[in-house]
């Protein structure tokens, strides 16, 4: 018998509907949707695909999801499964699980997934290796903080996503600067950690009832807050193709232990971590939630099944059973440069040319477009390829033959 699973979907972006329109494909079970846009503004495809639709005022309220829960099942018989892959939405849906008795991660876990000094006191109490860390509500702590662990040091929101304000400090005037611009309050919490040297990676990996069962590394070329400094930085995400080797059993380790503290018990999670330069890791930070930035796409065509449509039916049935990776995959982001809307883009020509038959995906910014204001970047390349070495070097080429303009 078909199953009710309900999809809190609040904002119908591009890459939530992609997930509500995975969960519709998911064979035994019935999709609904709860979110704050308005029906109208789902495409006409996914709309008949849905079982139902309840429309609320405020798509991250925990009791209007109640509500909307209860209407829905009225109809549609009792879910099973609550679900949303917003990360700001995590604790949200939590707590309105835990009100109606619908299994899923508990409240507590989502806390120790969105709150980024909560998860760092989690993590380091199981013995898996993080910046050290401070929360901020007072000029002293932030100068004290600084003279333990010295400059630079990496200033954010306790629960920020997207890289939106974070920022690193590297000296006293700089921190001085920033503390006259946002003088820490205790309503106007800042995380302070000390910064971390090394290679930043990517850990996204699957656990059912506690067991791994899956896990992808990927690697992001530069980092992402070079990324956030530099607004023309244009960048790459590389998944290799065979991440089976040593180098990776520490944060295979870590990271599964780290998963088990927080409290994940059955869920894909998307990890940020650093290698160091002397060959130590550091967990950065870890979303109970898939990935962003294309990393979904790309995990499909690195192991050429549907993600989109995997991730919902792990939520709804405990399913996960992809088969193994027989590509690497990667992204490049392509970034405006100057100030104003794009004008135009030099050099695809060339990319087209040289990397074309490794293409299987791309988003380029058309003439005329608003910069964005995310480090995604106006648009990206996705290539494929068995060789790792082959699509490495397609990353690192196209990024410096495309560049896009930007013109008042
Ligand atoms: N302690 C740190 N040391 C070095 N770099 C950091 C540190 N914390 C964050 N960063 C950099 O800033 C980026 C954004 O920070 P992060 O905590 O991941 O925020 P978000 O949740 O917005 O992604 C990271 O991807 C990393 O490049
Ligand atoms: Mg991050």
New binding site residues.
């Given amino acids: 018998m078909s199953q009710h699973v309900i999809f809190a979907a609040p904002f119908f972006m591009d890459a939530t509907l992609r997930f509500v329109r995975g969960a519709t494909r998911v064979d035994g079970i019935h999709v609904s949707v709860i979110s704050q846009d308005p029906a109208e503004r789902l495409p006409a495809d996914l709309r008949a695909r849905l079982a139902g639709h309840w429309r609320i005022e405020d798509g991250l309220d925990p009791d209007q999801l109640v509500t909307a829960v209860r209407q829905l099942e009225k109809r549609l018989g009792k879910a099973v499964r609550l679900m949303g892959a917003l990360e700001q939405l995590q604790v949200p849906l939590a707590r309105a699980r835990e009100a109606l008795g619908i299994p899923g991660v508990s409240v507590e876990a989502a806390r120790n997934f969105r709150d ?1 000094s909560r998860m760092k006191d989690v993590l380091r109490g199981a013995g898996v290796p993080c ?1 050290r860390h401070a929360l901020v509500t007072e000029r002293q702590q932030a100068e004290a903080f600084a003279a333990k662990v010295g400059f630079p040091i ?1 200033v ?1 929101p306790p629960d ?5 304000g ?1 920022f690193r400090l590297d000296r006293a005037s700089d921190l001085a600067t920033f503390l006259d611009r946002y003088p820490p309050t205790a309503s106007q919490v800042t995380l302070y ?4 040297r090394g290679t ?1 990676y990517s850990f996204d990996s699957v656990v059912i009832d506690g067991r791994p069962v899956w896990h992808s590394i990927s690697r992001y070329m530069p ?3 070079e990324v ?1 400094e530099n607004d023309w930085i244009q960048w790459c995400v590389m998944l290799p193709r065979d991440i089976s080797g040593p180098e990776f059993d520490p944060i295979r380790e870590a990271a599964f232990k780290g998963l088990d503290a927080l409290g994940l018990k059955t869920g894909l999670s998307h990890m ?1 971590w650093f290698k160091l330069l002397d060959e130590r890791i550091a967990i ?2 870890v979303g109970a939630r898939p990935p962003g930035a294309q990393f979904t796409s790309l995990l499909s065509y690195a192991h050429n099944i549907d993600f989109y449509r995997a991730w919902p039916q792990l939520m709804a049935l405990d399913e996960f059973n992809p088969p193994p990776r027989r590509f690497a995959a990667g992204a490049a982001y392509v970034r405006g440069q100057g100030r104003g809307r794009v004008r135009r883009i030099y050099g695809l020509d060339e990319a087209q040319q040289r990397f074309g038959d490794i293409v299987v995906e791309a988003k380029l910014p058309r003439e005329g477009q608003p910069p964005s204001d995310s480090y995604e970047g106006d648009g990206y390349i996705i290539v494929r390829h068995a060789e790792t070495e082959v699509v490495e070097h397609a990353l690192q080429q196209i990024v410096k033959i495309i560049r896009v303009e930007l013109a008042e």
């Fill in positions: 980024k910046a990496v954010k920020g996503a997207g890289g939106k974070t950690e000390e910064f971390v930043e980092s992402p807050l956030l940020e950065s930070e």
